[in-house]
């Protein structure tokens, strides 16, 4: 199935409480669930300027539960819910007031997490243009319904195309001795290599 090459998950609220760009649509995004696993998810996730609390709330019906943590306060608790699209994993979370899910494309490795945040003018343009169906909602791109070539296509352009996105890490804190202990053994064994 090849490595998923995008994002952390319930982060993508995050951005809905930082104000960073998001896209909505009418239905969660993708229809094969993803499982959770607690050992790839669970944990306190801090990007630059935010710490997210996630943890499995549902493993097998892949929910997880999170909590965003800014200015010193903590908001939540919020449902993510994971799908599997053609091998990425996109994470939906209903928007309390607009009545539609937020998403994102999103991954964890090893105690790495990966978030896209979405081009909302990109998504704009398509729906304006009747690429793709759906509506602006305040300043928020909804999609509605895709078809399950819209979709597919459409979550690998957010999983790749710079042109859809721009990727957003963060690290496991619960990893970071980890992380540390691995960077000083790959030094360690490094072997100098003249420059060219």
């Not at 690290?171 to 790959?186: M, P, T």
């Amino acid at each position: 199935m090849g490595r998923i090459l995008t994002v952390l998950t319930g982060v993508a609220l995050c951005f809905v409480l930082t104000g960073c760009p998001m896209v909505g649509s009418k239905e969660i995004m993708g229809d094969k669930t993803a499982k959770a696993s607690a050992v790839k998810w669970n944990g306190n996730w801090v990007s630059s300027d935010s710490i997210i609390q996630v943890r499995v709330k549902d493993k097998d019906k892949g929910v997880l539960e999170i909590y965003f943590i800014q200015r010193k306060k903590k908001q939540g608790p919020y449902k993510v819910y994971l799908r599997d699209v053609d091998g990425h994993i996109v994470a939906s979370l209903k928007d309390r007031e607009g009545g539609y899910y937020l998403w994102s494309v999103v991954d964890t490795h090893d105690d790495f997490g990966y978030l896209m945040l979405l081009n909302m003018k990109k998504f704009k343009e398509l729906i304006e243009a009747g690429e793709l169906p759906g509506k602006i909602v305040k300043t928020v791109p909804v999609l509605d319904k895709l078809s399950d070539k819209q979709r597919s296509d459409i979550i690998s352009k957010a999983a790749n195309d710079f042109e859809y996105r721009q990727g957003v890490t963060f690290v496991r804190l619960e990893g970071l001795d980890r992380i540390r202990k691995n960077a000083e053994k790959i030094i360690k064994e490094a072997k100098a290599v003249p420059a060219k």
